[in-house]
């Protein structure tokens, strides 16, 4: 791995995938940048499906938050991004957002393909609204991943099975459910943090089911306050009730 960008962090509960059996066929290669605020998880993932020389796939760099991607992806430009969701700095969607001229590169475009624990259907259909190629969770199997990473890299779409239908109900029909501006206003983690409220957790355990502080809590909960012009929990919990957010 060339010169990957790295950065400290806590495991998660997602446990990386399962070992890579086999690669992407005789002479294939890919060069992949791994994004996930967890750096047990990336170890995991560089480990099982970065040998090379059996499953093809050559990891050349590694971000932990926004920025730290943004400044990787651009430096290394790799053929296949695997993107969590939910990371500091705005989240998937905004390395996305700013990695838009990539992935409309016409002669070596960056592709995206989400690698999250969530399966909440407003986190599939958010990146791939912001230009990934597709979206598999952290249970997939080593093999598995190895293949979906080929197959974005040639163009193809990949979910997991139970995913493909949150983007077949969001885009197939021309009834395309409208965007919500004041969703759009909040990050991933903030969003997070708004439904676990409105569920009426502590913020202790926010923060203990999220890997974050108490601190770090209360400054998403401000955050989230201030851009839907709210006063206090009770009007937030009314206001996701309200969108069926809880």
């Keep these: 791995m060339s010169d990957p960008t790295e ?5 998660g509960s ?8 086999s690669g992407g066929g005789p002479g294939r290669r890919v060069r992949v ?6 750096r047990m998880f990336r170890t995991g993932v560089q480990a099982e499906i970065g040998q ?6 050559e990891v050349v760099g590694e971000a932990a938050d926004v920025d730290q991607a ?3 992806i651009t430096a290394t430009r790799p053929e296949v991004v695997l993107l969590d969701v939910h990371l500091p700095g705005g989240g998937g969607v905004e390395v996305l957002r700013r990695c838009a001229p990539l992935m409309g590169d016409t002669e070596q ?6 690698l999250s624990v969530s ?5 599939v259909i958010g990146v791939i609204r912001g230009g990934a190629r597709g979206y598999v969770t952290k249970t997939i199997t080593g093999t598995d991943l190895v293949d979906s990473v080929f197959r974005v890299q040639e163009g193809d779409a990949v979910f997991s099975p139970r995913l493909a239908g949150f983007v077949l109900d969001a885009f197939a029909s021309t009834d395309a459910p409208p965007v919500d501006e004041d969703m759009d206003r909040l990050t991933q983690r903030e969003r997070e943090v708004l439904r676990l409220i409105a569920r009426g957790y502590a913020y202790k355990e926010i923060a203990k089911q999220l890997f974050i502080s108490v601190k770090t809590v209360e400054s998403h909960v401000s ?3 201030r851009k839907l012009q709210l006063s206090n929990r009770h009007e937030l919990t009314r206001w996701a009730t309200a969108r069926r957010l809880v």
């Design 33 to 38: 940048v791994l994004v996930d605020d967890h």
């Design 70 to 72: 943004v400044t990787v």
């Design 14 to 21: 997602a446990e990386a995938p399962g070992p890579a059996e």
């Design 52 to 57: 090379t020389e059996q499953t093809g796939v």
């Design 119 to 123: 399966d909440a259907a407003e986190d």
């Design 7 to 11: 950065a400290n962090g806590t495991a």
């Design 223 to 225: 955050a989230v306050l």
């Design 109 to 114: 475009p960056v592709r995206f393909l989400a």
